[in-house]
């Protein structure tokens, strides 16, 4: 509306974008991304009225969105790109269980597979999903959540740098020092980010100087990974996988449902998985955060704090 403001300080919060898979039928009625709360109510308005979901993505958001659909009645599949669910944050066993629990509450999956069309039913609503393996899935409601672009239109109409995202450095000051950007629009040293916990500590930082009140810097620390499923306990953090120069320290009861897998290197944590029981996760984020040497906890560290609190009292 041509409407202008005069900055001292300027600060650039414009989140993200969903990524839209651009497959023939992407535009059909019927297919929606899942990020804001108008999805939500379209998702809850079809969920009365048809019956079979198709939600693409094994990753946090799109279990999410499946869980909720299962739970109002809809048949839902899970179509995922990779062999595993939440290949971002889980390896091949903590996945294993997951996926065994999800099963157990009705929902299907896919994979590894990919999407090649979806199908119009000659009213401009989709009818069904088409793999590159020639099988196909019918569909009443197809949900994209394979993850977000940071949204930079406005910082590269400014004229700001942007790579992936609008670039910023340690005090998320963009190429323009008076100007700053927070959240999933930024890039920070080659990172994007598609989680709160980040968000909410590089707000912190941009509140520290605009209210004058010091020079914060951010730093980016492993984000732990929870799925918000009642009744599902998982944690994940850091480098989960590992390498050769690392030490596992494993334990697992698949009776119970429990898995644990830690990865150590030069008797410091870097990585860990659990599934089950997740108690200890925060502890865990701590000895990782302040990389603490773990020579004394080796023998009681895969069995969590209050056992090793006993083992160093006695």
């Not at 039913?121 to 672009?149: H, P, W, Y």
């Not at 980010?193 to 590089?202: D, K």
């Not at 865990?284 to 056992?307: M, V």
């Amino acid at each position: 509306d041509g409407t202008e403001a005069v900055y001292d300080r300027l600060l650039i919060a414009t989140g993200s974008n969903p990524v839209i898979l651009p497959i023939p039928g992407h535009d059909l009625q019927g297919v929606i991304s899942f990020r804001q709360m108008l999805d939500v109510d379209k998702m809850l308005a079809y969920s009365r009225t048809h019956k079979k979901a198709v939600v693409l993505g094994g990753g946090l958001l799109g279990l999410e969105a499946a869980n909720g659909l299962a739970i109002r009645g809809m048949d839902v599949t899970v179509v995922h790109s990779n062999e595993i669910l939440l290949n971002r944050q889980m390896d091949h066993q903590a996945a294993t269980l997951l996926q065994k629990e999800l099963e157990q509450r009705g929902l299907t999956f896919k994979m590894p597979a990919k999407t090649q069309e979806l199908i119009d039913d000659g009213t401009g609503q989709i009818k069904a999903v088409r793999f590159e393996d020639g099988s196909e899935l019918a569909c009443d409601l197809f949900i994209m959540a394979i993850g977000v672009r940071p949204n930079m239109t406005l910082a590269q109409q400014a004229g700001l740098y942007c790579e992936r995202g609008i670039v910023v450095n340690d005090t998320l000051q963009s190429y323009d020092p008076c100007v700053y950007a927070v959240g999933e629009c930024i890039q920070h040293r080659g990172d994007t980010f598609g989680l709160v916990a980040p968000l909410f500590e590089q707000a912190k930082v941009c509140a520290n100087h605009l209210s004058q009140h010091g020079v914060a810097e951010y730093l980016t620390l492993p984000t732990a990974t929870k799925l918000k499923v009642t009744g599902i306990n998982l944690f994940s953090i850091g480098n989960y996988l590992g390498d050769e120069d690392c030490e596992f320290i494993q334990f697992s009861d698949l009776d119970l449902g429990i898995y644990k897998k830690l990865v150590l290197k030069d008797n410091r944590l870097v990585g860990a998985v659990l599934y089950g029981a997740t108690a200890d996760g925060s502890w865990y984020q701590q000895l990782l955060e302040s990389k603490q040497d773990l020579s004394t906890l080796r023998s009681s560290l895969i069995f969590g704090q209050s056992y090793a609190t006993l083992n160093e009292a006695s």
